[in-house]
């Protein structure tokens, strides 16, 4: 079955560009069309960031959109999110996600701190 | 945006108690309304899609209902793992949201 795993820095610095890989296991990242983004601050709640689809079509959230890009590599089986110009606000959980029925699958999460 | 409402924010119960969470939405968002499980420290966990339909594996215990605006997420018979924290989410439109979260407590 398939399994995903965040990899990436765990402290960026403020105006800094957080970079986040998510690696597809089990499966190929082709077998499905449409791969997410959701982070969650330290005792808050799910934020969606957004997604990309097979096509490399990409949704964002309007509160992050100018400072955000998702893409995928099929040839490594992995989709990666950039955010530009972090802030403290931007310090939490990070979480990647297949999207099938529902965001069914979902990795474990790594956890980034934006700090100088 | 669609604004996600669940209520209530928290609710204590006990094992075997039947648990019913409620969910919102700001405008009909017809059933693309999912539920999910977090517990502390944990990724959350998918239970339920299209408002009703179970993800595979999910216990027959969890049950979901409604359409439009209004949605329910049943618990039957709450047991000691159930305790948790649970979202609702809409994917009718974009920008995708979850509501604010309901945490399950032992009485």
New interface residues.
């Given amino acids: 079955q398939v399994q995903l795993q965040e990899s990436g820095p765990g402290l960026v610095k403020p105006s800094g560009t957080l970079s986040l890989t998510c690696a597809v296991s089990g499966g190929s990242i082709s077998s499905s069309d449409c791969w997410s983004w ?1 982070r969650q601050p330290p005792g808050k ?4 960031i957004g997604e990309i689809y097979q096509s490399e079509s990409t ?5 992050l959109k100018s400072r955000v890009t998702i893409s995928i590599d099929k040839s490594k089986n992995q989709f990666s999110l950039k955010l530009s110009s972090v802030t403290a606000a931007d310090t939490a959980v990070y ?1 990647c996600a297949r ?1 099938e ?9 790594t956890t980034v701190t934006v700090s100088s | 945006d669609i604004q996600m409402t669940q209520s209530p924010s928290s609710l204590s119960a006990s094992v075997g108690d039947r648990v019913t969470i409620t969910c919102r939405a700001s405008q009909g968002i017809s059933n693309y309304l999912a539920w999910f499980q977090q517990k502390p420290g944990k990724a959350p966990k998918s239970l339920i899609y299209a408002a009703s339909n179970l993800q595979s594996g999910v216990p027959s215990k969890f049950s979901g209902s409604g359409s439009g605006t209004d949605f329910t997420l049943t618990i039957s018979s709450l047991q000691p793992e159930d305790f948790a924290t649970y979202y609702c989410q809409q994917y009718n439109s974009y920008p995708r949201t979850f509501g604010q979260g309901t945490k399950v407590e032992i009485k």
């Fill in positions: 959701v709640g799910l934020e969606w949704n964002y959230n309007p509160s979480y999207e029925v529902g965001l069914d699958v979902w990795g474990q999460g």
